[in-house]
Structure formats: structure tokens, C-alpha cells
């Protein structure tokens, strides 16, 4: 029996899923959490190394049946690295990152170094507004004050990107329109970079255009595995990386159908609101709506909240860093199921919590505020709940009620493993977009869009 298998690099973990390549019934999962970033920064290395023991929790049967690769994961973010570098042992079969200075920190997509100021100073694109984390916007930092880092480095991409060339050994760097529209500096309509804008700008004159990847559409061959991996053949097809809301949007939802009126909410570590849209049918969108590229020809209007799931695991770190302040200890975990289920308990709440912590791309200077405070509504559950609809708010506000009319949306799908944890936040869902159905996608996750993405793969 021949299977798929979809890698999935999140903000906060990494996944590993194995599909029946028919059924695409998952057969096995293996997932490991990742630390938190230093500074919005991680290592390449830290990722590899949970990529590895997910691959170490596969039996060897199992992986020996793969027949194609998948990759998708947290799109903006960059890394650089050498094409020199070799991340594929052929004799232990397995990853690793060299130890020398051949890779780069990998910068995610919540870094915040390119100031309103910095991106200011930026050519004003003719796409969707460069921000701060952004691919390209990051390498315009670099360029500008670190510019002996990008001088040590002859590729970049995502850290997606960079597994895939490890894999595949290649020396060239193939990005999927997902992931390059979300580097910013990207023509979604001639789906090509912006190198004449880039160039002729004194504030962008010396932009390292050669570190930009070549970009193919996806779904798309990007090389076969350079070297048997934990059992998998030498020479098995790995697919250009892709984008994990696009991901993710596809488990929920079809390929392409502009006809498709359902609205996909997913809530990970951020969260998003699409609608499946052909390029060009949403002129004069408002700065909190973006339209990107999705599958076969078709675009997503896009409404990407930086809170979400991550509006959650503050609450709990902030609880937990009280209680040990005041000598009580309780496992982060204990605490985030407490938060859960208190927040049911709740729903009515007239607190008000705006969980913009990180601000958002189109409101890079907004903070989260708590309003609308009584004695008798201090609880946890209070807290809790109004968190939870803040997050959904927030989401909502940013979609706006026009799109959805006009899109004549139905039905919300819910995907996301916060979506899907959380019944309180189903309600908020609920009540926040009626008359309209919730229908929560029981694994409807970005591993099981790379799977079907893939699966039509030659």
C-alpha cells in the first residue's frame, strides 16, 4: 500500500502525518512542540531536531510504503544558508544541520525589527503592503544593517524551503507562490518578484536579488529524496512547500471553486478567515483584507489576525507566572485546561478583552486593552471567555460584514486544533457569525491539504 506523507512546520510544533495516498485516511501522526523563539528567532537546528523524532516515532514498515512528500508550514519567516551545506547523512539516513556557520537563525514571521519607520523607507509595492516579518522585508533589514550576514549566504527562503532543498540536496531553491506572495515584493498577478522596483530604489538599490528563489506553482515536483531517510527510498517525489493556510483551507474545503460559498476560520497559533476567490473578483479591498494565491488558478481573500491561539497560551503563561509568584505551582498545562473550561462556564460575559498583544499587520501600533470591567465579572472564566471572543471579534471586524455578503457566505468552517480543543470558543464562533452554520472539520488540518495537494503528483 503506498502512502502520502505531510510535514507540517508550525509556529509551535512540528507535525508529521502518514495518509492512505487513495483514502487519505490518516494512518499515523507523529507531532513534537517546539520552544518558544528568542526574539522572535529560532534555529535551524531546533527544528530539525523535532523533525527527527518525529521521523524516530514512525516503525520502519511504515516509512519504507511512502511514495511522496509533502511540506507546508508557517509562511514569511527567513532563513539563509549555503548551497554548499549538506543536511542529508546517506549513512545514518537522517537530518542534521552543520555545525559551522552554513545556516543562518531563522527569523519568524513575529519578528518586529523593520519599524513603521524602516518599512516607510521601503518602494511602495504594487501588491499587498510589505510588513514586518515578512521574507523580503526582513532580507531589506539585513541588506541595510547586517549586511555582512547576507554577504555569508548564497540562498534563502523559508524554513520550509530550507528542508526540502536538505532533503533533495539541490542546489536550487524553488519557492511555491503560497509562500513567495507571503514574502511580500511578489506580483500575484505576473507571479513573478518585484526586481525592477527593488532595484531602481535608492532605499532598496542594494536588495540581494539573487537570494530570491525561483518561484513554480503549486502543487509542484521540487526534487526527490537525495538519500534513504529513516527508510524512506532514495528518489522519492518531495513537493515545493506550501503555505499552511492554504493547507488548511484545502483539508476544509475543495481545490478550487469560486462558487464555493463557505467561509474557512482556522485558528492556530494565529488565526484566519478565507474565502476561495478568483484573482481579481475583490477590487478595492480594505488594508485588513489581502488576496493571495491558493490552488489551481484560484486566489484566497484573506483576513490574517496575528491573535489567536497564542491570545490563549498568554493567558496560561501569565497565570502560571502568578501562581509561582506567590509560591503556588501548577504545570502550564493544568492551567490551559482550567482556562478551557472555565470559559464555558461564562459565555454571557460583559467583559471585554481586545487580544491585539502583537498588534496586526494593517494596525502595526495596536494594543490588546481590557474594558467593560466589574466586580462581579473577575473571574477566570470571565477572563477566559472574553478572550476567547475577542479573538473571534477581532477576525471578524477584519473580514467585515460587506465581504461576506457580498461572497454570499453560508457557512463558517472551522479548522485548527484551538478550534477543535475548545467548545467555548465554538460558541463565541457561533454567536459571532449567525445566522450562519459552524461545521467544525474534525481533522481538517494543513497536513491533509499538503496530502491532496500532493497527491496528484507525478
Avoid at 315 to 339: C, D, F, N, P, V
Wanted: hydrophobic letters at 40%.
Amino acid at each position: 500500500m503506498a502512502y502520502l506523507m505531510a510535514i507540517d512546520v508550525g509556529s509551535t510544533s512540528v507535525k508529521v502525518s502518514i495518509f492512505d495516498s487513495h483514502t487519505l485516511e490518516t494512518i499515523v501522526t507523529q507531532s513534537q512542540d517546539l520552544e518558544p523563539p528568542v526574539a522572535c528567532e529560532r534555529t535551524a537546528e531546533s527544528i530539525v531536531t523535532k523533525l527527527e523524532g518525529c521521523m524516530d516515532g514512525f516503525d520502519g514498515e511504515t516509512l519504507q510504503s511512502v511514495g511522496k512528500i509533502g511540506m507546508c508550514g508557517q509562511m514569511h519567516g527567513c532563513v539563509l544558508w549555503k548551497k554548499s551545506a549538506q543536511f542529508i547523512s546517506e549513512e545514518t539516513g537522517s537530518l542534521a544541520v552543520p555545525s559551522d556557520d552554513r545556516c543562518s537563525l531563522f527569523i519568524t514571521w513575529q519578528d518586529g525589527r523593520c519599524t513603521p519607520d524602516f518599512l516607510g523607507s521601503l518602494p511602495r509595492t504594487e501588491g499587498s503592503p510589505i510588513r514586518s516579518g515578512f521574507g523580503c522585508a526582513t532580507l531589506a533589514w539585513l541588506q541595510r544593517h547586517q549586511p555582512a550576514t547576507v554577504k555569508s549566504f548564497d540562498a534563502a527562503g523559508t524554513i520550509m524551503d530550507l528542508l526540502v532543498c536538505a532533503l533533495t540536496a539541490s542546489p536550487t531553491v524553488k519557492m511555491s507562490t503560497h509562500l513567495a506572495a507571503s514574502w511580500g515584493y511578489f506580483n500575484t498577478k505576473t507571479l513573478d518578484w518585484e526586481k525592477r522596483l527593488l532595484a531602481s530604489s535608492d532605499a532598496t538599490k542594494d536588495f540581494p536579488l539573487h537570494l530570491l528563489p525561483e518561484v513554480v506553482a503549486v502543487p509542484h515536483v521540487a526534487g526527490s529524496l537525495a538519500a534513504g531517510w529513516h527508510g524512506i527510498k532514495r528518489g522519492t517525489p518531495i513537493g515545493v512547500a506550501m503555505g499552511d493556510l492554504q493547507c488548511a483551507v484545502r483539508a476544509a474545503g475543495p481545490d478550487c471553486d469560486p462558487g464555493f460559498k463557505d467561509l474557512v476560520l482556522n485558528i492556530g497559533t494565529a488565526s484566519q478567515l478565507a474565502l476561495i476567490a478568483l484573482p481579481g473578483s475583490s477590487p478595492d479591498l480594505p488594508p485588513s483584507l489581502e488576496e493571495v494565491p491558493y490552488f489551481d488558478g484560484c486566489n484566497l481573500v484573506v483576513a490574517a489576525a496575528l491573535a489567536g491561539g497564542n491570545a490563549i497560551a498568554t493567558l496560561a503563561s501569565m497565570l502560571t507566572g502568578w501562581l509561582a509568584r506567590l509560591g503556588l505551582h501548577k504545570a502550564q498545562e493544568e492551567i490551559y485546561a482550567a482556562i478551557v473550561s472555565s470559559a464555558g462556564e461564562k459565555l454571557d460575559t460583559t467583559l471585554r478583552v481586545s487580544p491585539n498583544l502583537w498588534g496586526e499587520r494593517h494596525r502595526p501600533q495596536a494594543k490588546g486593552a481590557v474594558s467593560n470591567i466589574t466586580v462581579s465579572e473577575l473571574s477566570l472564566g470571565d477572563v477566559a471567555s472574553a478572550t476567547l471572543r475577542g479573538v473571534v471579534d477581532n477576525l471578524k471586524e477584519m473580514m467585515t460584514d460587506g465581504v461576506l455578503e457580498k461572497h454570499q457566505v453560508s457557512r463558517v468552517l472551522g479548522s485548527g486544533r484551538t478550534v477543535q480543543r475548545v467548545p467555548a470558543l465554538q460558541e463565541h464562533i457561533r454567536r459571532s457569525f449567525s445566522p450562519r452554520q459552524l461545521l467544525v472539520r474534525e481533522g481538517a488540518d494543513a497536513p491533509l491539504g499538503a496530502a491532496k495537494a500532493i497527491a496528484s503528483l507525478q
